[in-house]
């Protein structure tokens, strides 16, 4: 415990990586993972068999393998050369995450009925309208707790980094652990620390919820 | 006689797979006149319907409107479709928008009118309806009747240049049935152009110039409505009135 509290900026700093990378590879995942499932939906087929390639593959592939292709593969064919790791841990994580993303918003679009996009159509609105402004906000509102579960598994999934040197939660705790003998008290702290961020995805969500129960 | 009309079907043939669902339709409606199309389970009514603003892609033949041929997928077609208002049968209202939002969404978005603007068209329109003192709720909180009458507000904010009403009632209980075909009745007789799927045999007799009856995807026998309901010509057509009359 002393020695946490001696070097709390370290357990600070930490966290808040952690956090820069939840919620950066969040709001990325959410994006792409958006558009990906406009794509499998949408009328081009192109963009739909991209779209389910890049699902199949993302999705049958360790998150430890993507990391590896960021930080280890890629450089060498010259990509990501000098990108800060904490972007690269963001690109690794959402690459991932977006997939899994994609999915869930695609089964919120199938629970929009399909008289919903049907008279988006009949007033005119073009097929990207008609997913911004009626199907996709009507699909989120569905998919509330599986988008949830989505980002908690990513918010933990951001302890991979840990390995390629992002001095994050993990990455910290590991340090701790190998200087000290209290591995307990260690542990739990670290442990509690994404308890706290998984739990603010969940109330969250909970919220959210709430407030889209009238609309529905 | 395509000239002068509003909307044309000239040969439509339209197949579900093996199902032969529009058989050489023609039909050619002009400005201002209000069509009733009629006809049992399956013959075809929607689809005729849902063909004319393009839901339904047809095989072969030729629909225009305004003497325009419908376009391709795409931008032209989507501007198309805001000249086509269509009522469904669902209503199909925008769960998770207001009253209001459902109406000023189109003229918004496709007409790129302005919110302030929009409003005032909207608040009118709903109050011709007679839903505009709920015009913050959400659809799940209104009546089927009210529900409906939204929806065709929300066509008519529009401007378009005729309505498409597929089975505008048949999904509403007796006592709200009036309340839509009032309305219904009031924009057939303020002059819009209207093609309307039912089976109201009064919205028929009051509001319309012409009756389709389709059979089997085919339309069997057209007249006025007088003519139709008390002297069909048709054997399947007596057949029809007889089991629609009964009940
Ligand atoms: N998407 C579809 N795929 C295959 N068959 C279809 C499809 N939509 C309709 N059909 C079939 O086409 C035929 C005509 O259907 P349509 O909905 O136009 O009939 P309708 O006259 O509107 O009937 P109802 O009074 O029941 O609404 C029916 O046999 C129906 O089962
Ligand atoms: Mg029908």
Request: glycine share 8%; aromatic share 8%; proline share 4%.
């Amino acid at each position: 415990m002393d020695d946490l509290l001696a070097e709390r900026d370290l357990v600070l700093q930490a966290f808040w990586l952690t956090i820069q990378l939840a919620v950066l590879s969040g709001l990325c995942s959410l994006a792409f993972g958006t558009v990906l499932a406009a794509m499998r939906v949408g009328p081009i087929s192109v963009l739909r068999g991209a779209a389910t390639t890049y699902v199949t593959l993302v999705r049958n592939t360790p998150l430890l393998l993507m990391f590896i292709f960021v930080f280890v593969a890629a450089p060498n064919i010259g990509w990501f050369v000098g990108t800060p790791f904490l972007v690269k841990g963001v690109i690794a994580v959402s690459v991932y995450t977006s997939a899994f993303v994609c999915e869930a918003v695609r089964s919120g679009v199938n629970a929009v009925p399909l008289g919903q996009a049907e008279a988006a159509r009949a007033i005119g609105l073009t097929f990207g309208q008609t997913m911004t402004s009626v199907v996709l906000p009507q699909a989120f509102r569905a998919v509330v707790p599986p988008m949830a579960s989505v980002l908690i598994a990513m918010t933990k999934n951001t302890s991979i980094a840990a390995v390629f040197g992002l001095a994050e939660l993990t990455f910290r705790m590991r340090y701790f652990a190998n200087n000290s003998a209290d591995d307990t008290t260690i542990f739990l702290t670290f442990a509690l620390l994404y308890v706290v961020l998984v739990e603010l995805i969940s109330a969250g969500a909970i919220g959210l919820e709430r407030r889209w129960r009238a609309a529905r | 006689m395509a000239a002068d009309a509003l909307v044309a079907l000239d040969h439509v043939d339209k197949w579900f797979g093996d199902l032969h669902v529009l058989k050489d339709v023609n039909l050619a409606v002009r400005r201002g006149e209000v069509v009733v199309v009629i006809g049992p389970s399956g013959s075809g009514k929607s689809t005729l319907c849902r063909a004319i603003n393009r839901l339904e892609t047809i095989d072969s033949g030729s629909i225009s409107l305004d003497g325009r041929p419908l376009p391709q997928e795409g931008k032209a077609l989507a501007e198309l479709r805001s000249d086509v208002g269509m009522v469904f049968q669902s209503f199909n209202l925008f769960a998770h928008k207001t009253v209001l939002e459902n109406v000023t969404l189109g003229p918004m978005k496709v007409r790129r009118t302005g919110r302030q603007e929009a409003e005032q068209r909207a608040m009118e329109l709903l109050r011709r309806v007679g839903v505009d003192s709920q015009a913050g709720k959400y659809p799940a909180q209104l009546s089927g009747g009210q529900q409906q009458r939204v929806a065709i507000a929300r066509a008519l904010a529009m401007d378009p240049k005729v309505m498409l009403f597929d089975e505008p009632t048949s999904a509403l209980d007796p006592e709200m049935i009036k309340e839509v075909l009032d309305v219904m009745v009031d924009l057939a007789q303020r002059g819009m152009t209207m093609i309307v799927v039912t089976h109201e045999m009064g919205f028929a007799r009051t509001a319309a110039d012409r009756v389709l009856f389709m059979s089997d995807g085919a339309v069997v026998e057209e007249s006025t409505p007088d003519e139709f309901f008390s002297n069909p010509r048709t054997d399947r057509a007596r057949d029809f009135l007889g089991k629609i009359l009964k009940h």
